[in-house]
Nanobody
Framework: QVQLVESGGGLVQAGGSLTLTCTASTAIVNFKRMYWYRQAPKKQRELVASITLSRVTNYADSVRGRFTISKNSAENTMSLQMDLLKSDDTGVYYC???????????WGQGTQVTVSS
């Protein structure tokens, strides 16, 4: 089955940067859309950014202009470049992918991002 693995999380100061990477066990052309979600303590999981097969991107208002989503088909990866980080960016960040051929979705296990104030 398809596996997604997030990496790149860590502890950073407010105003700093981190790059998250989601590595898929299959070619990412098998996904019609890929997403980054995050979940802060005691809050619901929220959509941060997404990218389609044709590389059309979408961002949450709270991160637009600070975060950049991208993908690399040759490496089967999707990345999230996070700049000008704020304390409320803290949370567990998850990779998600929607299957192209069939109905279904895949989730990674998440990676922790902590931004100190």
């Amino acid at each position: 089955q398809v596996q997604l693995v997030e990496s790149g999380g860590g502890l950073v100061q407010a105003g700093g940067s981190l790059t998250l990477t989601c590595t898929a066990s299959t070619a990412i052309v098998n996904f019609k859309r890929m997403y980054w979600y995050r979940q802060a303590p005691k809050k619901q999981r929220e959509l941060v950014a997404s990218i389609t097969l044709s590389r059309v991107t979408n961002y949450a208002d709270s991160v637009r202009g600070r975060f950049t989503i991208s993908k690399n088909s040759a490496e089967n990866t999707m990345s999230l470049q996070m700049d000008l980080l704020k304390s409320d960016d803290t949370g567990v960040y998850y990779c998600k992918a929607d299957a192209l051929l069939e109905a279904g979705e895949y989730w990674g296990q998440g990676t922790q991002v902590t931004v100190s104030s």
